[in-house]
């Protein structure tokens, strides 16, 4: 958490908000936020921003000049936006003693960086941000095809659930999303990735698009930590079809969910709609 719909809501909210402003200052409050190849972020100072948008996992705030400031918000990251006297935003989120970063604009406005776990990570780049960040294809770009799909699967033998985790594969996509995408599309998370059929793999990328696009106008999930620039939460975990409904009926054949373990993640399904 977040994953793609959580990261593209906040994109969103943020490039409503911050677009055109110019950066005045920069303080780092814990050092290690900024990640180690990252340019010095000293170098944001002047900077206006162009836009903001997602790459992958990553909040990409785009800045003139061919910077790019790419954020991963990991596990507990928040990106507010507002006034120091307002603690940033509107709702009370934010914890002050969390703050890792902060970015003051020259209208005196502020963009600040929370992280109660201190996992997530900002990184100034110049260039072909795509390449260095090293992410794999988008799962709503829309020339992502099926034969595309059947390429990247050819003779894969892990799991389709810890495959699509694969962030260097398809990016974006984390644990709750590949979950609800599997029941959506009829396939049982061990199932071998190469071994998918032409029909599997094309229900697989319909549901991906259908599942993410729905999480988005939901404003994504907010199960933990999550909430968008405004400090507002999701509400798609309301519409959760096998998540974290262990025991409870499947919504299609009223069978129990079930819970395995992949890669260390809890994986939820329904055997009886999915094979």
């Known amino acids: 958490m977040p994953e793609l719909p959580e990261v593209e809501t906040i994109a969103r909210g943020l490039h409503a908000r911050v677009r055109g402003k110019r950066i005045a200052k920069v303080?780092?409050?814990?050092?290690?936020?900024?990640?180690?190849?990252s340019l010095p972020l000293s170098e944001l100072v002047g900077k206006q921003i162009t836009g903001v948008g997602r790459i992958?996992?990553?909040?990409?705030?785009?800045?003139?000049?061919?910077?790019?400031?790419?954020?991963?918000?990991?596990m507990t990251g928040q990106l507010l936006v507002g006034s120091l006297e307002r603690r940033y935003d509107s709702s009370g989120t934010g914890d002050r003693k969390h703050e890792r970063?902060?970015?003051t604009f020259a209208d005196a406005s502020v963009l600040a960086f929370f992280d109660a776990r201190k996992f997530g990570r900002m990184r100034l780049l110049h260039g072909d941000v795509v390449a260095q960040l090293g992410v794999g294809r988008d799962p709503l770009d829309p020339q992502l095809t099926a034969d595309d799909l059947k390429e990247m699967l050819a003779g894969r033998r892990t799991p389709t659930k810890v495959w699509l985790l694969d962030q260097h594969r398809?990016?974006?996509?984390?644990?709750?999303?590949?979950?609800?995408?599997?029941?959506?599309a009829g396939i049982r998370p061990r199932r071998a990735a190469g071994k998918l059929t032409a029909i599997e793999r094309s229900a697989l990328l319909k549901?991906?698009?259908?599942?993410?696009?729905?999480?988005?106008?939901?404003?994504?999930?907010?199960?933990n930590d999550y909430v968008d620039s405004e400090g507002k939460q999701g509400g798609f975990q309301k519409q959760f079809a096998v998540y974290g409904r262990l025991g409870l009926p499947c919504l299609q054949c009223r069978g129990p969910v079930r819970r395995i373990v992949l890669a260390q993640r809890s994986t939820f399904y329904c055997s009886t709609c999915q094979r």
């Open 27 to 37: 303080h780092i409050a814990w050092q290690r936020t900024v990640d180690a190849r």
């Open 56 to 74: 992958g996992k990553y909040v990409a705030i785009q800045l003139s000049g061919g910077f790019t400031l790419a954020v991963h918000l990991r």
């Open 101 to 103: 970063a902060r970015i």
């Open 170 to 184: 398809l990016s974006g996509i984390g644990n709750i999303y590949a979950s609800e995408a599997l029941f959506y």
């Open 207 to 223: 549901s991906l698009r259908r599942v993410l696009r729905r999480a988005i106008r939901f404003g994504g999930s907010s199960l």
